[in-house]
């Protein structure tokens, strides 16, 4: 059982696309009240005010308590439960639209990363019931609850940037570093920017900028250097044909992949190949010739 307040609002989305409300909320929870398992249709922000609960998602299960909260994304399955002892009050929003999911990413908040701690709690729930009290027919309450929702995600946005400076460099090259290890594993499959950034759970937008913010390039660049690197290799100290060594590398099209190589080389891989024979060539009668002086 919980003692809840709750508003819905979820005729507003066609007049804010890119981020609206839904609903909100807060509940005060009995000892282990429960919700799910379950799949929602939008974003949920829970943030908690006072006690402890446990939120369990993708198989992981994390422990959480006053001045943490969890995000809920569309279409996940979800559980979430008050503990037996000290059993938490929460407050929620739900929201949706076209960059919501990258508002979220920008602050840290994935299905990989689902979880935040921030001290804000008062000045968010006093947003909550400024949107609980709004009047709720009007055009002026329906801007005003847009702009408390804009106050939320502000307020979030303050204290999780502050951390960032701390805390993200980390997080995101735990996202950089998972989008590496994906490229060396899988380069000489057809994969894209689409598949990394799905692979690690982000953005192709977000992606693009953590590898520009890390790398100082971009993921396609980074892959496509990948396989020619990869390739150069494969020319030096292997006899095989020229199809195979594209098809090793992540090219299904030969011409394709000698077109990319001859583009960041200068050279063909035949012309590459011959040349790095000729320098190994010239290497080894050098060094014969120091010998024997």
Request: proline fraction near 4%; glycine fraction near 6%; include cysteine.
């Amino acid at each position: 059982m919980e003692e809840s307040y709750v508003r819905t609002l979820e005729d507003h989305k066609w007049k804010f696309q890119e981020l609206y409300l839904c609903f909100c909320g807060y509940s005060i929870c009995q000892p282990k009240h429960s919700f799910g398992p379950a799949v929602r249709p939008n974003y949920i922000l829970h943030y908690v005010l006072e006690g402890k609960g446990r939120y369990k998602v993708d198989g992981r299960t994390y422990a959480l308590e006053k001045t943490q909260g969890f995000l809920i994304e569309p279409n996940v399955m979800t559980f979430y439960e008050a503990d037996d002892t000290d059993p938490w009050t929460y407050l929620w929003i739900g929201f949706h639209g076209s960059r919501a999911k990258e508002f979220l990413e920008e602050m840290g908040l994935t299905q990989r990363m689902p979880t935040f701690r921030v001290g804000c709690g008062e000045q968010l729930l006093d947003i909550v019931k400024s949107m609980l009290q709004c009047e709720s027919d009007g055009l002026q309450q329906t801007f005003e609850l847009q702009a408390q929702l804009h106050r939320f995600f502000a307020s979030l946005a303050q204290e999780l940037s502050r951390k960032e400076e701390v805390f993200h460099p980390e997080q995101r090259n735990y996202y950089v570093r998972t989008a590496v290890e994906f490229i060396q594993e899988n380069y000489a499959e057809n994969i894209r920017v689409s598949d990394i950034a799905a692979y690690v759970g982000i953005s192709r937008n977000y992606l693009a900028t953590l590898f520009q913010t890390f790398l100082n390039t971009t993921p396609n660049e980074y892959l496509a250097n990948f396989r020619l690197t990869c390739a150069k290799e494969q020319l030096t100290i292997t006899d095989l044909p020229i199809g195979a060594i594209a098809s090793r590398c992540g090219y299904r099209d030969p011409l394709v992949f000698s077109k990319a190589f001859k583009l960041k080389t200068g050279m063909t891989p035949t012309q590459y190949r011959k040349t790095d024979r000729a320098i190994q060539r010239i290497s080894v009668e050098q060094m014969r010739q120091k010998k024997d002086l």
